[in-house]
Nanobody
Framework: QVHLVESGGGLVQAGGSLRLSCAAS????????MGWYRQPPGKQRELVAT???????NYADSMKGRFTISRDNAKATVYLQMSSLKAEDTAVYYC??????????????WGQGTQVTVSS
């Protein structure tokens, strides 16, 4: 089983910054894509950004220029640097990763979520 543990959420004022981290643990052969999704209050979960093992990134349009995703393959960790935060960025942020376990079985795992609250 592959576990993802997020950290770094909290309360921040509008215009401020936060950095989220997500570390994967377990018997993993390879991690392909890692990413961040979020679920605002009363809304569906939505894409924030993803990054491949080769560093190719993809962002939701509303996050481009304000959020930066990165990863450290050696640490099996993905980061999300968020700046110029707005009240509408308030959400539970979830980490996701997929790849292969030892034995070549596919995994697609989610973290437990971390709350980000932006006060206006």
């Amino acid at each position: 089983q592959v576990h993802l543990v997020e950290s770094g959420g909290g309360l921040v004022q509008a215009g401020g910054s936060l950095r989220l981290s997500c570390a994967a643990s377990g018997v993993v052969l390879k991690i392909n894509s890692m990413g961040w999704y979020r679920q605002p209050p009363g809304k569906q979960r939505e894409l924030v950004a993803t990054i491949t093992a080769d560093g190719i990134t993809n962002y939701a349009d509303s996050m481009k220029g304000r959020f930066t995703i990165s990863r450290d393959n050696a640490k099996a960790t993905v980061y999300l640097q968020m700046s110029s935060l707005k009240a509408e960025d308030t959400a539970v942020y979830y980490c996701n990763a997929d790849g292969l376990r030892l034995g070549a079985s596919f995994f697609d795992s989610w973290g437990q979520g971390t709350q980000v609250t932006v006060s206006s």
